[in-house]
């Protein structure tokens, strides 16, 4: 069935310092990637996405790379600040037309 | 502003009562999903619609039911909560582009 794999499951970095987050998905008709993140006691809110079409995608300190061949898309975070620690989710849309979404990570930054 | 609303926020129920959580959506957008999630935890999908009449049940098995009658408006009932039930339930909203959009939640506890 359509599954979503996310890792790490918790990250802990130094103010500054980058954040990757992996996911891979099982769905190779997947076309729509997109990354949420959700503080503490918040609803998720979209951060940036990415379509099959494109290879990678930044906006600011954030950047994904998709890799449609080996099924994999990363978060990149660079220069950390203590405002970025929240749950991140990655998610793909299935065959079904549903958003699966991984399982999360929970990324503190350290001041 | 268009948005999603959630009602209650929070709610403190006893056991076997029957309660509705009520989602609505001023974005205009034909799909709407219920999540259920713990704090920082996995969103698992309970229910979601395509359009008016139109529900299916998600990946996670729910005593719970949902009905769309009008475009905007997405209820889920509890026939007789649980202590098992106690959790956030985020209700979402997408347009085609299949960005989701998050509502507040509303946290349920059961005694």
């Known amino acids: 069935g359509e599954n979503v794999e996310q890792h790490p499951s918790t990250l802990s970095v130094q103010e500054g310092d980058s954040a990757v987050i992996k996911c891979t998905y099982s769905d190779s008709a997947s076309n729509y990637f997109p990354w949420y993140k959700q503080e503490l006691g918040k609803r998720p809110q979209l951060i940036i996405d990415?379509?099959?079409?494109?290879g990678e995608k930044k906006d600011q300190r954030i950047a994904v790379t998709l890799n449609k061949t080996a099924k994999h898309f990363s978060l990149h975070i660079t220069e950390t600040q203590p405002e970025d620690s929240a749950v991140y989710f990655c998610a793909a849309i299935g065959g079904t037309g549903k958003l699966i979404f991984g399982q999360g990570t929970t990324l503190q930054v350290k001041p | 502003e268009a948005d999603i609303y959630q009602t209650p926020r929070y709610l403190v129920i006893g056991t076997g009562k029957k309660i509705t959580l009520e989602c609505s959506q001023t974005?205009?957008?034909?799909?709407m999903y219920w999540y259920q999630q713990d704090p920082g935890m996995e969103l698992h999908l309970i229910h979601y619609?395509?359009?008016?009449?139109?529900?299916e049940k998600g990946d996670l098995s729910s005593e719970s039911t949902v009905s769309r009658i009008r475009t905007e408006h997405f209820p889920l009932t509890l026939e007789s909560a649980r202590p098992s039930h106690t959790s956030q339930y985020l209700c979402a909203s997408s347009p085609v582009g299949n960005e989701q959009f998050f509502g507040p939640g509303t946290r349920l506890t059961v005694l």
């Open positions: 974005m205009g957008h034909d799909k």
């Open positions: 619609s395509y359009g008016v009449n139109s529900t």
């Open positions: 990415i379509r099959s079409n494109v």
